[in-house]
C-alpha cells in the first residue's frame, strides 16, 4: 500500500516538475549565450522577477520532493 502510494506522488510530482522546467524561459539565446556560458549570470546584477522567480521556487520545492520521494521508495522497496 505505502509503495503505491509513494509511486503515485512520484509520478505527479515528476510530471508537474517536467512541466514547471519547460513554461520557464531561457536564460540566454542563441550563439552568444553559449560562449558566453554562465559568466553572465554570475556577474550580472539582474534577479529573476515576477513568474520567472514563482516558477523557479516551485521548481526548488518539486526537485526537493522528487529527490526525498525516491529515497523513500527506493529506501522501502519497490
Do not use: C, P, W
Not at 531561457?26 to 529573476?48: D, M, R, T, Y
Request: overall charge positive.
Amino acid at each position: 500500500m505505502l509503495n503505491t502510494v509513494l509511486t503515485v506522488l512520484l509520478v505527479i510530482v515528476s510530471i508537474s516538475l517536467i512541466v514547471v522546467v519547460l513554461l520557464q524561459s531561457g536564460k540566454s539565446a542563441g550563439l552568444s549565450g553559449a560562449i558566453s556560458g554562465g559568466a553572465e549570470q554570475l556577474f550580472g546584477k539582474q534577479k529573476a522577477r515576477g513568474i520567472d522567480l514563482v516558477l523557479h521556487r516551485i521548481t526548488i520545492v518539486l526537485v526537493v520532493l522528487f529527490f526525498g520521494l525516491t529515497i523513500a521508495l527506493s529506501y522501502f522497496g519497490l
